[in-house]
């Protein structure tokens, strides 16, 4: 191989490892359903169906419901219930917490608007 090719193919790939491996560390959440701007009947209860996959510093989820928190979810993948909302708009969060409940900073939230 051309020496000239060599060090910017070598920095492209090893980058792009580079951020694969990041993501992989940090962590990431897939809200399944409900989807953003879901609507729902007050007397319905709400639920949420998750992925997640919590990196390397994350030990377990943490359901926030209009910036209050609502559970713990040990479990990365499932189906957590948010319980009866009243009418209006509600921001509903699935946070990676370390062990010791600390935010590692990845987080998915959707908006569900309750009639």
């Given amino acids: 191989m051309n020496r000239k090719y060599f060090l910017p193919l070598f920095l492209i790939f090893f980058s792009g490892t580079a951020l694969v491996l990041f993501s992989a560390e940090k962590g990431n959440i897939t809200i399944v359903s409900p989807a ?5 009947n007050s007397n319905m209860e709400t639920l949420i169906v998750y992925t997640a996959n919590p990196g390397k ?5 943490r359901l926030v419901t209009d910036g209050n928190d609502t559970a713990i979810l040990n479990e990365m993948k499932g189906i957590a219930e948010v319980g009866s909302l009243s009418a209006g708009v509600h921001k509903v969060c699935l946070v990676i917490d370390t062990k010791p409940g600390m935010s590692t900073g990845v987080e998915n939230c959707v908006e569900v608007i309750v009639h």
């Avoid at 510093?57 to 989820?61: K, Q, S």
């Fill in 36 to 40: 953003n701007k879901y609507v729902v």
């Fill in 57 to 61: 510093r994350g030990d377990h989820l």
